[in-house]
């Protein structure tokens, strides 16, 4: 008889709903669509050459809950006590018709989120990646899928809503299945000093 089942070393992604009135909305949305971009490689999307949006006044109301947001995951979710994370990078992505981005993770940070500000119905989705799949080296057919036996699992965007997860965490966006462009504002957040325990701790 099954006595227990632990769900080990869990990977927490949190989905938000930011408040942004349409104005803002609007204005966000015709920044981020005349902002200059560069390829990524291989002709897998763009991503803005500006990497510190934030730094403009415009965004400073989708900064700041976006700030609320990544704390409220350090701290009620993965149950840090409180230390107030600051944004390093903040960056806008651009996919157009098929475009997709390679699989990657977000390096020397703690936390990175994706805003989607305007969306439609066949942008693509956000794909997250379990690098713990299979470590044994089998594949099995899966009967139904769940935390232990997925591989991946796909996020759909949603309007004015955030996704907040670990930087080391893999991740890409699919393909774009709309005949218009998929517009996203990423960053990456680390904790403010001081933090840490014993000959651990940064100040």
């Known amino acids: 008889m099954l006595k227990e089942t632990l769900p080990l070393f869990g990977i927490p992604v949190c989905i938000f709903d930011l408040d942004i009135d349409d104005a803002y909305q609007k ?3 015709k920044i ?3 902002l200059d971009y560069r390829m990524i490689q291989d002709g ?3 991503i803005s050459d500006d990497l510190y949006l934030f730094k403009d ?4 109301k989708l900064n700041k809950q976006i700030l609320e947001s990544l704390n409220f995951f350090n701290e009620k979710i993965m149950q840090y006590k ?10 806008a992505t651009k996919c157009e018709t098929r475009q997709e981005s390679i699989r990657h993770k977000h390096s020397n940070n703690m936390y990175s989120a994706v805003y989607y500000n305007q969306c439609y119905d066949s942008h693509s989705h956000i794909t997250f990646y379990n690098y713990n799949y299979t470590p044994h080296g089998y594949e099995l057919e899966v009967e139904t899928y ?3 036996n997925a591989g991946n ?3 759909i965007p949603r309007d004015k809503s955030l996704v907040v997860f670990p930087a080391y965490l893999y991740h890409q966006i699919q393909p774009n299945l709309s005949d218009r462009p998929r517009y996203s504002i990423a960053c990456n957040a680390q904790p403010t000093a001081p933090y ?6 940064i100040t």
């Open 57 to 60: 006044k415009t965004f400073s």
């Open 196 to 201: 840490g325990i014993g000959d651990s701790i």
């Open 82 to 91: 409180k230390n107030d994370l600051k944004i390093t990078t903040s960056w």
């Open 146 to 148: 769940n935390p232990y």
């Open 153 to 155: 699992y796909s996020v």
């Open 32 to 34: 981020i669509t005349n």
């Open 27 to 29: 204005k966000i949305q």
């Open 44 to 46: 897998k999307g763009f």
